[in-house]
């Protein structure tokens, strides 16, 4: 439902530092100044949605985005949902995804021996927002010669 060209384009969601959460998007292609979008997600199924309490607005006073605080996820599926009106008339919906960025390993250390020429280093896997498995991560380590 909706007019064609009002939906929101270029929808992301960065999680970032564990908890918190930013959203951004264009506005449609028809949409015109009176244009006005309203940003709702959940965590769950079993959740009610939560409207955006911290609107980023473009020069028309449009809202072009979104900053979330202490935010969870649960089973690795978030549910978004924008709407609004142009002129008493609905906006047209469509498909969001989500990104997290990690923050570093934890806890690196590093134990070298002169004697055997060998370091060991080891750490911890990165706080995420709803990563359970330590096996999804993969670690590439440089070591640099000083």
């Known amino acids: 439902a909706?007019?064609?060209?009002?939906?929101?384009?270029?929808?992301?969601?960065?999680?970032?530092?564990?908890?918190?959460?930013?959203?951004?998007?264009h506005v449609?292609?028809?949409?015109?100044?009176?244009?006005q979008y309203f940003l709702y997600w959940r965590h769950s199924k079993k959740e009610d949605f939560i409207?955006?309490?911290?609107?980023?607005?473009?020069?028309c006073g449009r809202h072009t985005g979104c900053r979330f605080q202490n935010v969870t996820i649960?089973?690795?599926?978030?549910y978004f949902l924008?709407?609004?009106?142009?002129?008493?008339?609905?906006?047209h919906i469509s498909d969001y995804f989500i990104v997290e960025k990690l923050t570093p390993p934890l806890n690196v250390t590093v134990n070298c021996t002169e004697v055997s020429h060998t370091?060991?280093?080891?750490w911890q896997r990165p706080r995420t927002s709803h990563v359970k498995r330590g096996s999804c991560f993969k670690y590439e380590i440089v070591?640099?010669?000083?």
């Open 74 to 78: 649960e089973n690795e599926v978030a």
């Open 143 to 146: 070591i640099e010669n000083k």
């Open 82 to 91: 924008v709407n609004g009106s142009r002129s008493g008339q609905n906006i």
């Open 119 to 122: 370091c060991r280093i080891s």
């Open 28 to 35: 449609g292609r028809t949409a015109t100044e009176d244009t």
């Open 2 to 25: 909706g007019m064609n060209g009002t939906a929101i384009e270029n929808f992301v969601c960065v999680i970032f530092n564990v908890s918190f959460m930013n959203c951004s998007w």
């Open 51 to 59: 409207e955006c309490q911290s609107y980023i607005n473009d020069t």
